[in-house]
Structure formats: structure tokens, C-alpha cells
Antibody
Framework: QVQMQESGPGLLRPSETLSLTCTVS??????????WAWIRQPPGKGLEWIGT??????YNNPSLKSRVTTSVDTSMNQFSLKLSSVTAADTAVYYC??????????????WGKGTTVIVSS | SSELTQDPAVSVALGQTVRITCQGD??????ASWYQQKPGQAPVLVIY???NRPSGIPDRFSGSRSGNTASLTITGAQAEDEADYYC????????????FGGGTKLAVL
């Protein structure tokens, strides 16, 4: 059974770069079937897609595009997120998830437990 | 990018049927998936593709689509179904972007 776990600093200062890693266990991140995604949820608010990675192909939320960098480390079975120039608006629970993408439907069937990131001076 | 609209809150009497809706242009072309999220927990996929349930999801959960509206129906709602529900689909632009609805808080009375 595939499991996913986010890790990274929980507290950042404004203008710093958020760096998170998602470790995948019980399955290979090199699977040709799945993509890998980052989603976040600000306190008391809904889910927001951040970006998706599949090998070297990346797709990012246009509203965050210029600040987001994602990468995959197949040797460690991990993928990572970097979000630059953070502000208080980036305070959220950050989730990683396994994403299935078909032409007609997208779904995330495995999620990490989430990690809380707070941006505060 | 496109948007998905959900009612902020819905309530249902215990054992009754409730429909949670999700509206958006993308749903004319693409199917919605649905997630259940309880407080302090990660979302859980409950419906994907047209009307498929992952293993372990009760069959009281079902999905449907009509025009630009997708629906999640819970037939015989249980107390444990009280949660936030989110829909998602592919962005209507055709780009491989993921979009989410704003979520519906379901109260089981």
C-alpha cells in the first residue's frame, strides 16, 4: 500500500523559500501510471492545487507559477516543492498526493497527512 | 483557469439522502472527483471517474453529472459522513491543471 509523508520546516519568515519533500513508500515514484502533486489548504479555507510533476514534466498553478519549482528524486523515491518569496498568505497545511490523470478525469487517490507551514516575522 | 462552485453548507437528517453539487464550465467536458475531509485529517477520495468508488468507500456514496453540474449523492447519510466535501476536475482550458471547488460542509442532523 502506497503511503506518502511530507517533511520540511514548519516556520518561515517572509521572503524566504519554502522547501518541502514528499517521501513515497510502498510504491515507485517512477511509475508510468501516476503523477505527483502538491496541494495546500490555508487555515479554515479550501484546497488549492499548487503543482504537478511527472518525471521532468511540471505543471503549476498559474496563480503561483513563477514562485513554484518542483522536482523528483527517483533514487530516494521522493519529490519536492520549493515556493519562493513566501508571505503570510502562504501559511497553510501542505499536502502531497498521488495523482491519476486521464483525459477526462483527474483524481488524487493517496494523500500524505499534511504538514503545517507558518509564515511569520 | 476555470472555477468550480459548491454550496458552502448543506444539512441532512440522519438516514436521509443528500446531494452535494459542484458547478463549472469544465464539467461540460470532464468528470468530477470527490473528496471527504474530516477535521484535522487529509482529504480522502470517495468518487472518481464517472461514478467509481475506491476500495473501502461505502456504496451509499455515488456520483453523477448533468450539463455543467456534478453531484455527489449520499443515500442514507450516517453520522460519520459529517465532513467537508470537495470536488475537483481538470481545468476547462485544456491545460493539465487541477481545479478544486470551494468545498461544502455537510451537517448530519
Amino acid at each position: 500500500q502506497v503511503q506518502m509523508q511530507e517533511s520540511g520546516p514548519g516556520l518561515l519568515r517572509p521572503s524566504e523559500t519554502l522547501s518541502l519533500t514528499c517521501t513515497v513508500s510502498g510504491g515507485s515514484i517512477s511509475s508510468s501510471t501516476y503523477y505527483w502533486a502538491w496541494i495546500r489548504q490555508p487555515p479554515g479555507k479550501g484546497l488549492e492545487w499548487i503543482g504537478t510533476i511527472y518525471y521532468s514534466d511540471t505543471y503549476n498553478n498559474p496563480s503561483l507559477k513563477s514562485r513554484v519549482t518542483t522536482s523528483v528524486d527517483t533514487s530516494m523515491n521522493q519529490f519536492s516543492l520549493k515556493l519562493s518569496s513566501v508571505t503570510a498568505a502562504d501559511t497553510a497545511v501542505y499536502y502531497c498526493a498521488r495523482l491519476f490523470m486521464d483525459y477526462y478525469y483527474y483524481y488524487m487517490d493517496v494523500w500524505g497527512k499534511g504538514t503545517t507551514v507558518i509564515v511569520s516575522s | 483557469s476555470s472555477e468550480l462552485t459548491q454550496d458552502p453548507a448543506v444539512s441532512v437528517a440522519l438516514g436521509q439522502t443528500v446531494r452535494i453539487t459542484c458547478q463549472g464550465d469544465s464539467l461540460r467536458s470532464y468528470y468530477a472527483s470527490w473528496y471527504q475531509q474530516k477535521p484535522g485529517q487529509a482529504p480522502v477520495l470517495v468518487i472518481y471517474d464517472k461514478d467509481n468508488r475506491p476500495s473501502g468507500i461505502p456504496d451509499r456514496f455515488s456520483g453523477s453529472r448533468s450539463g455543467n453540474t456534478a453531484s455527489l449523492t449520499i443515500t442514507g447519510a450516517q453520522a460519520e459522513d459529517e465532513a467537508d466535501y470537495y470536488c475537483n476536475s481538470r481545468d476547462s482550458s485544456g491545460n493539465p491543471y487541477v481545479i478544486f471547488g470551494g468545498g461544502t460542509k455537510l451537517a448530519v442532523l
